[in-house]
């Protein structure tokens, strides 16, 4: 290795630490693309191989990937009151969330529930920039899955560079063929257990084993694994880097004050190679040592020492390969760190840093959180297992019938959201005797199954005497009792019509 007065003929007298900025591309000019440029177009071109890392966060990377693939892969196994727990069933337009069915006109819960994941996601961009990039999101889970795969059957970082390189031969053939057979599979379990979500799993694995699958079922099975075997096994960062949209609008909700993975230019320019028998300090040479490893273990293939990108997912590997070099420096661990940049020019503490997370945005997006989120748990809770629409029979208005009786029809619609079947009684008021029976049984009890729904037609009758023409406000009464005996009442409004 050369000496530091080679690398850094100038070297600043003073301690303090050299003004750096992270390089900016060249403007293009009419007499063609800046190096830069044509840079950037060979990086879209070129395969990024990874290196792989051990340390604090990819130990968490791998928890994340655990922890998401058993509730991905064995939700639809669990099983809830004799059916499966998580069902989203399009058949019967009913979603099953353990003790919960949802209806199409609980749609508002859905629309809440994503209003709830959008300000999380706002607050957790805010409070530590892309976590959900870095550790959970299915293209950075898959990735590192298929990933692993690869280190496993072709090598690590210089092993894959070396067989690609080689020419086509059996050997080659062997380890590719090898490779994507081991994606496949995972990429056709992945593609069934998504469709499992959306038809009982097991009668879908019966008829899997059967080759007796419909053509949709066959269709989004196979075009689910096709994507995750397209873009973890092939694209990789570049849905991350060119397709994903949160990595366009994640620097309107990133400040000074976001923990991000960054990198301490004020302990480590000026960078350069140097011996572990030299003082650097004295040499006038920052603690990076310019190794690489930074860019050689990031997914996506940046320079973290450049500054803050876009691209950059925040997963932490450059974090761990940095730290396990600066322990073999013997220099304090820390030089790529999720910090903040304040702290990073203001020299700030991370106590410090993280008593500047709770400010203004921050606080704002909690509030709403929390709100949306009481709101959303208290609806669920107070949600009636009953639901009941009163429609009027327009094909026959009111009529006199025997008994000086005045008759009007509708038609009752029950959803049971329970999953006990329900025993109805009908009552009706708004005026004086009214009597309300169903039309086919002329009783004045329905039954409705559990998690089922039931259209009745009605009758209801008051006398004619004293009675004006015209519409009348009346109200029908619905107590519904379960086999343990639990009451809901459910009132609607609607109209009797009493003819001239």
């Known amino acids: 290795m050369s000496d530091d007065s080679s690398r850094n003929p100038e070297t600043p007298a003073s301690d303090s630490p050299p003004a750096w900025r992270p390089p900016k591309l060249a403007v293009v000019t009419s007499g063609g693309a800046s190096p830069h440029v044509e840079k950037a177009l060979a990086d879209v071109r070129s395969k990024i191989y990874p290196r792989s890392v051990t ?33 989203f069933d399009l058949s019967t337009r009913k979603f099953y969330i353990f003790g919960m069915v949802l209806w199409p006109q609980d749609v508002v819960y859905l629309a ?42 072709e090598g690590d970082r ?60 066959w269709f989004w099975m196979l075009f689910y694994a096709f994507a995750t075997w397209g873009n973890a096994g092939f694209m990789r960062e570049s849905v991350c880097k060119y397709m994903c949209p949160y990595a366009r609008f994640q620097s309107v909700m990133v400040d000074d004050d976001t923990f991000v993975v960054t990198y301490d230019h004020v302990r480590g320019e000026p ?41 950059c997912i925040g997963c932490g590997a450059c974090v761990d390969a940095c730290d396990q070099v600066m322990d073999k420096m013997h220099y304090e661990p820390g030089l790529i760190r999720y910090t903040s940049g304040r702290a990073i020019v203001d020299r700030l503490s991370q106590s410090q840093v993280r008593k500047r997370l709770l400010r ?55 959803i049971n959201t ?15 005797e009214l009597s309300i029976v169903t039309a086919d049984t002329g009783r004045d009890t329905v039954k409705v199954e559990a998690s089922s729904n039931r259209l009745v037609p009605v009758v209801v009758r008051a006398p004619a005497a004293d009675l004006p023409p015209g519409l009348h ?10 086999p343990d005996g639990r009451e809901v009442s459910v009132a609607e409004r609607s109209s009797f019509f009493v003819p001239r």
């Not at 593609?191 to 694995?205: D, S, V």
């Not at 040592?289 to 450049?306: A, F, K, N």
Request: overall charge positive; aromatic content about 10%.
């Open 55 to 87: 340390g604090l966060y990819a130990r968490w990377r791998v928890i994340m990937v655990y922890l998401t693939q058993i509730i991905f892969y064995g939700l639809p196994w669990l099983q809830w009151s004799g059916r499966q727990a998580v069902l």
């Open 112 to 153: 809440v529930l994503l209003a709830i994941s959008a300000f999380a996601l706002f607050l957790f961009t805010a409070m530590a920039g892309r976590l959900f990039c870095g550790y959970a999101c299915p293209q950075t889970v898959y990735t590192e899955i298929f990933m692993w795969v690869e280190r496993k059957i």
């Open 158 to 217: 210089l092993a894959r560079i070396r067989l690609d390189e080689q020419p086509w031969g059996l050997r080659k053939l062997r380890i590719k063929a090898a490779k994507h057979l081991v994606w496949i599979l995972i990429a056709l379990w992945t593609g069934f257990t998504f469709i499992g979500y959306f038809a009982p799993i097991r009668e879908l694995g019966a008829d899997l084993v059967g080759m007796t699958l419909g053509s949709w079922q």
């Open 271 to 311: 960078r350069g190679g140097r011996s572990r028998k030299i003082d650097h300090k004295e040499a006038g040479m920052g603690d990076c040592v310019d190794c690489s490893l930074c860019v050689q273990v990031c997914p996506t293939g940046i320079d973290i020492r450049d500054g803050l990108q876009y691209m």
């Open 360 to 414: 203004p945005r921050v606080i704002a997006y909690i509030a709403i959180l929390l709100v949306a989120a009481a709101g959303f748990i208290v609806s669920l809770a107070l949600r009636s297992t009953l639901t009941v629409d009163i429609i009027r029979d327009r094909g026959a208005l009111g009529r006199e019938v025997a008994g000086g009786l005045i008759e009007n029809v509708y038609r009752l619609q029950f």
């Open 418 to 432: 329970s999953e006990e079947p329900l025993e109805i009684t009908l009552s009706a008021s708004g005026l004086s």
């Open 473 to 482: 406000e009346i109200s029908v009464l619905s107590v519904a009792r379960s």
